[in-house]
């Protein structure tokens, strides 16, 4: 049975928490890999560079939105989308394992944004720039 009283809060957390992983997983692309390092790695892949600078603003503004809750629905399917190609075309071929960049840690993501494509944006959000849906 689903606790009405709670699950609001629920789906606040796993959308600040995700933004928050998201922000930091593009962080690392731009201060760890380094920006060019990035566009690397997507050449390595056959992938157009400019792609790679359009991962990292998706990553970025993408986490900023799911925090403040700007259209957040939105934003977790598109950002599972994203998630969802790089297991097809990282991932997949490393196996399951996380830690040896595998697909399972992809995976889990995906199934977090899209529980909050179906649940909403939860309370706190900002739907469309400016009114805040409170509890």
């Not at 993501?109 to 805040?132: E, S």
Request: charged share 10%.
């Amino acid at each position: 049975m689903l606790n009405t009283k709670t699950a609001p809060y629920a789906v606040l957390l796993l959308r600040v928490s995700l933004g928050l992983l998201f922000l930091a997983h593009a962080a690392t692309k731009v201060f760890i890999i380094t920006l060019p390092g990035f566009v690397g790695f997507f050449a390595s892949l056959g992938l157009p560079p400019f792609l790679a600078y359009a991962i990292v603003a998706l990553e970025t503004w993408g986490g900023l939105a799911l925090i403040l809750g700007i259209y957040a629905p939105l934003v977790a399917l598109t950002l599972a989308i994203e998630v969802l190609a790089t297991i097809v075309l990282v991932h997949a071929g490393k196996g399951w394992q996380a830690g040896k960049g595998g697909w399972e840690f992809p995976a889990l993501w995906t199934v977090a944004l899209i529980a909050i494509c179906l649940l909403g944006d939860g309370p706190y959000a900002l739907r469309p720039l400016g009114t805040v849906k409170r509890p």
